[in-house]
């Protein structure tokens, strides 16, 4: 019985066999632009890879899911979900979004798949909390039922930022004055190191130059330019606020994770910045957050995994 999953991004196709929960294989990637659908694009796979006729397939995308028809954001692809499971002559064809995907992995990564920042051990069969900056801000949670693990998807990238201090207060103002709403994804993303550095900038009287988040990323971590340390360290300790919230919003005792493209690449740095410092600020909850570990997921494809764990659960 050959199992399907593929992670669908505005970019590339990322398409592997299943054999169960955190077992893939024979991953191949395809250019979006190359192929009129996502059945299309599975038949290419199907004959580069010589693998059986599959019988199920779960795609992880990156758009809105709900009802038949599902329609990208970032690329032209739309498609009935009826349709092209006729057309791929599988029993099953199953779509959910991409960060509920990455999710659904989460529970099963070994520990070579993460990286633990600070807290104590997980409370096994407690809800999980996960969240990942990269373009925008994901948010989601997992929980535990009848011997499952639920996904929980919502937009909680999009609530109000919370400042903690006063720098960060008048980089709210700053940023209210250009965007009116300043939402936390705002702030955790790739745009939002942006946002920060700009904010900053103009806070200090600053030359504001053309840095892509990256830049001033990688600016920041060589120690070549104090502003962009600044930002940086700002972005790991509003991420570390956040996290906290998070935490406390479902008693997240099976731990928080951190997904998406950019935190992995500076692990270090944010082990050494004040982000764990702001997870456990809490008040009268300190205690209870100083407990709960936050980890980074290092595994390249959790959206793979994670619809092989929703194919292994449904």
């Known amino acids: ?65 709900s009802g038949d028809q599902i329609t990208m954001t970032n690329h032209s692809w739309s498609f009935s979900i009826k349709e092209s499971q006729k057309e791929l002559g599988v029993e099953a064809l199953h779509v959910i979004n991409d960060f509920t995907a990455i999710a659904l992995s989460v529970p099963f990564l070994a520990d070579d798949q993460k990286v633990q920042l600070g807290g104590e051990t997980v409370v096994s069969g407690k809800p999980i909390a996960v969240y990942g900056a990269g373009t925008g801000l994901g948010v989601a949670h997992v929980v535990p039922v009848s011997g499952k693990w639920i996904p929980l998807p919502g937009e909680g990238g999009h609530v109000d930022f919370a400042t903690n201090n006063d720098e960060e207060a008048q980089v709210l ?61 700002m972005f790991c300790e509003t991420m570390g606020s956040f996290g906290g919230n998070l935490a406390l919003n479902l008693l997240t005792q099976g731990g928080v994770y951190i997904a998406g493209g950019i935190v992995p690449r500076f692990i270090d740095y944010v082990k050494q910045s004040g982000f764990r410092q702001r997870f456990e600020s809490k008040g009268r909850f300190e205690k209870l957050n100083k407990s709960i570990p936050v980890y980074i997921v290092t595994e390249e494809q959790p959206g793979l995994l994670g619809a092989a764990a929703y194919i292994a659960q449904n």
Do not use: W
């Not at 004959?47 to 995308?61: E, K, R, S, Y």
């Not at 939402?183 to 190191?193: D, H, K, N, T, V």
């Not at 920060?196 to 990688?218: F, G, M, V």
């Open 1 to 65: 019985m050959t199992k399907i999953v593929a992670d669908i991004g505005g970019t590339n196709m990322r398409i592997a066999q299943t054999h169960g929960v955190n077992n893939i294989s024979e991953i191949r990637k395809y250019k979006v632009t190359d192929y009129a659908s996502p059945v299309a694009t599975i038949q290419a796979y199907l004959n580069d890879t010589g693998c059986a006729q599959p019988t199920h397939v779960c795609l992880a995308i990156a758009c809105p899911v």
């Open 173 to 233: 103002k700053f940023l209210a004055n250009e965007l009116g709403h300043v939402s936390a994804e705002r702030i955790i993303s790739g745009q939002g190191i942006a946002n920060i550095y700009r904010a900053l900038a103009h806070i200090n009287d600053a030359e504001i130059k053309a840095l892509e988040p990256s830049e001033i990323t990688d600016k920041a971590i060589k120690g070549e330019c104090k502003l962009c340390k600044r930002t940086l360290d």
